[in-house]
Structures are given as C-alpha cells and as structure tokens.
C-alpha cells in the first residue's frame, strides 16, 4: 500500500523522467507514495501534498498550491502601454501591492525597446493577496493597452527556501578560534 521512491528520477534522461513521474501518477490513484527529491519541480508536478522536512525538523505541510499561495515573493507582473514611470505609480497604490517594496523605475530589470510604447514592471504583492482585478480595473480606467496581467507565485524551491532559509546558519562564537 505504501510505495518509497527515493531520488527516483536521478540519471534519467529527459523522456526517462517524464515516464518515471507519468507512472508515479499512475501509481499513486491506487497507492500512498513517499517521493523523496531534491528537484522540487518534480515534487511539483507529482504531488498532492508536501512535506517539507529539514534538519530532521517538519518545516511545512500542505498541497503545492497552499504552501505556494501562503508563501513571500508573491508579484503583480504587468505589461501595458505607458511609461514605465507612471505604471508603478498607477500600480504602487492598489490594495496588496506593496508600495514601500516598489523599486523606482531606473532599477527595472529590462530595458523597454527603443519606440516600444509598452512597459513592464513586477511589483511585490502582499501575502494572499491577489491585486489583478483591481490592477485591470485602474488600467482600463486609464485607457492603457494591457498586453499582460499575472499574478506570479514564488516557485517551490523559492518556498522551501524561505521556510529553511537561516537554519543553517553557524553561530558567530562557532567561528571563533579556540
């Protein structure tokens, strides 16, 4: 009743891996499987619950999307036609954007091309919240061409490393020479 798969897709080949987690799907309609992995995409795609185990210590619990749903890094990715400028102005003062974490517009990651009329931003967004209905609703008042509008969740491995995130960490008196 109980299956344990322990770094199953280690080795495989591309295609290996697909088969490998298209069985443990298979499998798991009739079986309860342990999936042990350090490719966290691949817990992703398999799994229905998660277990996030680290130091011997039970870190979280959940399905993929609540653990991801609850997690920090949440962000409001938009790209419509105005300047970069007032796009995060617009932006920066729904509910649940996180207007303190708004960095100006110089430190965008990318830059727009020359005579391109679109911007892009990506906008911290607070836990649980979900600013896309509103964020619509201010560019249409706007008369602003959207071209994307999405709620971006942390990925798992950006998860699981917030909840171990400093748990590692040595002591200062630990670096101490005797």
Request: charge should be negative; avoid cysteine.
């Amino acid at each position: 009743p109980i299956l344990v798969l322990d770094e199953p897709t280690t080795g495989l080949d591309p295609i290996q891996r697909r088969r490998m987690k298209a069985l443990v799907r298979e499998l798991a309609q009739e079986h309860t499987i342990l999936f042990s992995s350090h490719i966290l995409s691949e817990v992703q795609d398999v799994s229905t619950r998660i277990l996030v185990i680290h130091q011997g210590t039970l870190r979280a619990d959940g399905t993929p999307e609540a653990l991801l749903r609850q997690s920090r890094g949440r962000r409001l990715v938009v790209t419509a036609a105005l300047p970069e400028a007032e796009l995060r102005a617009l932006l920066g003062g729904l509910d649940g954007v996180l207007a303190d974490a708004v960095p100006p517009a110089a430190a965008r990651s990318g830059p727009v091309a020359e005579g391109d009329r679109f911007a892009t931003v990506e906008l911290p967004v607070a836990e649980n919240a979900d600013p896309r209905d509103a964020a619509f609703a201010a560019l249409r008042a706007r008369g602003a061409a959207v071209r994307e509008l999405q709620l971006r969740l942390p990925t798992l491995e950006e998860f699981f490393l917030q909840v171990t995130e400093g748990v590692e960490a040595v002591p200062a008196e630990e670096h101490q020479p005797a």
